[in-house]
């Protein structure tokens, strides 16, 4: 058994497209709507949150609807290219429209920038979940968690070269002192790499030779479909499959209701609790992510060997620990010490070996043709989680104090050990079974 290695990362600059555009939204379109268009923070906060409300809709929607496609280009690209294109255009309007304002304000131009912020948010949410679910299309269920992982970490490239670019283009030696900043080239740029992206898909992965390919695979393994059929033929879930399925869904809310309250949080928590700088703090989130990019290879090929559950499960067990042991030091210590930068970069490991493994395992409970759907579901647990924990935590440190913070994401990290404890399938196989040494010999 063999992963296709460039295969996989040809299909990935899918999700570095996607990687690098959220990560200029997330962080270009606060100050435009705060600065260029003078909205409060709650205000703005309520529209940045609406693309993780969008997604509970669109994602598992036209997740559903690719798996149901019948292009002539194959299930996915049809979703991609269109979803592509119509974000491409509809971004670069938006420094257009706020460049206008700054120059001559009005309020249709506000309206109008809002209004396609919402078409560009609709046509993010057509294709992230088709082009998640383009290499579990293509891939055997054992070989997931090592390909999600390239996959992962070709989101982390798409991330890491918007912020090169962002950083040579707007340092504050060219920032400093201006009424309004021009982000039109950022946009630019970006919608570049979005193109470049979508035409490596497009020309060098074949989706139809591919899917064949991996229909021919599953007729001749059909021991890893979980799946069985009902009396008119229709693949369902055994009743022990859907627990397991259940309980996978719960503890990947509850772990990204802990995660992403500290990614939510922190830089407030550490300047409030050990009086650190906006800089300094995010240097400890840095810290984490690159502990995360390092490992996303290894924990892939660590779950090929003990399996994604066990590996899930120290990823989470060493987390909720940290957490706990951050809250201990926050009681004992006013001020951070260096030596914390070590627990983050733990952290971030263990995140990476969560995060790779929780996609795989739920598709390793689909059939072929639910991919895009199940993909899907796995988006709508977590950015529910996503929706509810910086509202659930704030709350609690406002109206408790700052020091529930790592006690809270301890505690529903812990919880989500116990959910793992009750999920009975999803895990990847061990060895390969006869004749799948045949899919080794497919065309890279």
Not at 61 to 74: E, H, Q, T, V
Not at 193 to 210: K, Q, S
Not at 320 to 346: E, I, K, N, R, S
């Amino acid at each position: 058994m063999k992963l296709k290695t460039g295969q996989t990362i040809r299909i990935g600059f899918a999700f570095l497209s996607i990687c690098a555009f959220w990560q200029m939204y997330n962080t270009v379109i606060p100050l435009i709507l705060t600065n260029t268009f003078h909205m409060n923070e709650t205000f703005s906060g309520m529209i940045m949150a609406a693309d993780n409300v969008l997604a509970l809709f669109l994602l598992p929607l036209f997740g559903g609807i690719s798996d149901r496609s019948k292009a002539a280009m194959g299930k996915r690209k049809p979703f991609i290219l269109f979803g592509t294109v119509a974000a491409v255009i509809l971004m670069m309007l938006l420094p257009a429209l706020d460049n206008s304002f700054s120059i001559a304000p009005a309020a249709y131009k506000e309206i109008l920038f809002i209004a396609i912020l919402g078409a560009l948010l609709v046509a993010m949410g057509t294709y992230r979940s088709p082009a998640v679910a383009l290499m579990p299309d293509v891939t055997p269920k054992p070989l997931r968690s090592r390909a999600n992982a390239i996959i992962n970490l070709m989101g982390a490239v798409g991330g890491i070269l918007y912020l090169i670019i962002s950083a040579v283009l707007y340092s504050e030696a060219r920032t400093k002192g201006r009424m309004h900043v021009n982000y039109y080239p950022l946009f630019l740029i970006v919608g570049i790499i979005m193109l470049v992206a979508l035409l490596i898909v497009m020309f060098t992965v074949d989706e139809v030779r591919l899917n064949q390919e991996m229909e021919t695979y599953e007729r001749e393994h059909p021991e890893q479909n979980l799946t069985v059929s009902d009396e008119s033929g229709n693949a369902k879930l055994p009743r022990e499959v859907k627990q397991s399925l259940i309980f996978l869904l719960v503890s990947i809310a509850l772990w990204f209701i802990s995660y992403n309250a500290i990614e939510t949080w922190f830089t407030t928590y550490a300047n409030k609790m050990w009086s650190m700088s906006l800089g300094s703090a995010n240097l400890c989130l840095t810290i984490a992510t690159g502990g995360a990019i390092i490992s996303y290879v290894p924990v892939g090929a660590l779950a090929a060997k003990i399996g994604r559950k066990k590996t899930i499960l120290i990823g989470v067990c060493t987390m909720t620990v940290g957490f706990f042991l951050a809250f201990l030091y926050t009681m004992a210590f006013d001020y951070f010490q260096p030596y914390l930068y070590v627990l983050f970069f733990l952290i971030g490991m263990s995140w990476a070996g969560i995060n790779v493994n929780s996609l795989p395992m739920v598709l390793e409970m689909c059939k072929g043709s639910d991919i895009g759907r199940f993909t899907g579901f796995y988006y709508t647990f977590s950015m529910a989680a996503q929706i509810i924990t910086p509202v659930l935590a704030g709350f609690l440190m406002k109206h408790v104090g700052y020091s529930t913070l790592f006690v809270y994401a301890a505690i529903f990290m812990g919880a989500a050990f116990l959910t793992m404890q009750l999920v009975r399938h999803g895990d990847c196989k061990g060895e390969a079974k006869r004749g799948l040494e045949a899919y080794e010999d497919m065309d890279d």
